[in-house]
Structures are given as structure tokens and as C-alpha cells.
Nanobody, 123 residues
């Protein structure tokens, strides 16, 4: 199994930046793709960004965050990051990291999930 633990959430003002981290442990060799999602109560979970876990760090983003959010990884520390800039009140949500054994364009049905971290952006 793979365990994921997010950190870095909090309360910020509109326009601020925040960096989320996700520490992976366990059978991390199983991971081929890692991603960030968010969810607002009453709404469907939204895929935000994904990154290839090994080799070239190719990544992809949802249109809603492209240009503002950056996904990155540190394989030596088994850590995934999400740098969020120019935050807006509509970015308020619980943010989850996820990992999957599949490669390629994986946007749902991830194998492993963190517990989530709350991000609140005030106007």
C-alpha cells in the first residue's frame, strides 16, 4: 500500500500564495502518476493537476488552475507539491493528493488518496 499525508493548508487572503505538500510512504515504487484534486461540499471532486512520478516530470493542468498552480515532485523525499498563486475565494476547498499505478492521462479513479487539507481564501 501507499500512504499519502497532505500538509500546508490554511486561511489566506485573495491574491496570496500557498504551497501544499503531500508525503508519500510505503510501496512508493508502485506510483506512476500523482495528482491534486479538490472538493467543495455538495460538488463533485475536481481534478486539478497531475505529474509523472518517475523520469521526466511531465505534467498537465485543469483549465481552472493553469497558469496559477504548479505541481512538482521531489522523488528523493517522496513528496508531491502544489504551489498555488493568485488565490481566489473560489479556490476554497478541501485539497487532496492522490497517486496511481497507471501512467498517462489519468484523471480519476486513483488508487491511493490522502486525507485532505482545507484551503480557505477570504475576499
Amino acid at each position: 500500500q501507499v500512504q499519502l499525508v497532505e500538509s500546508g493548508g490554511g486561511l489566506v487572503q485573495a491574491g496570496d500564495s500557498l504551497r501544499l505538500s503531500c508525503a508519500a510512504s510505503g510501496l512508493t515504487f508502485r506510483i506512476n502518476t500523482a495528482a491534486w484534486f479538490r472538493q467543495v461540499p455538495g460538488k463533485e471532486r475536481e481534478w486539478l493537476a497531475a505529474i509523472r512520478w518517475w523520469g521526466v516530470a511531465s505534467s498537465d493542468y485543469a483549465d481552472s488552475v493553469k497558469g496559477r498552480f504548479t505541481i512538482s515532485r521531489d522523488n528523493a523525499k517522496n513528496t508531491l507539491h502544489l504551489q498555488m498563486n493568485s488565490l481566489k475565494p473560489e479556490d476554497t476547498a478541501v485539497y487532496y493528493c492522490a497517486a496511481d499505478r497507471r501512467s498517462g492521462d489519468v484523471r480519476d479513479d486513483y488508487d491511493y488518496w490522502g486525507q485532505g487539507t482545507q484551503v480557505t481564501v477570504s475576499s
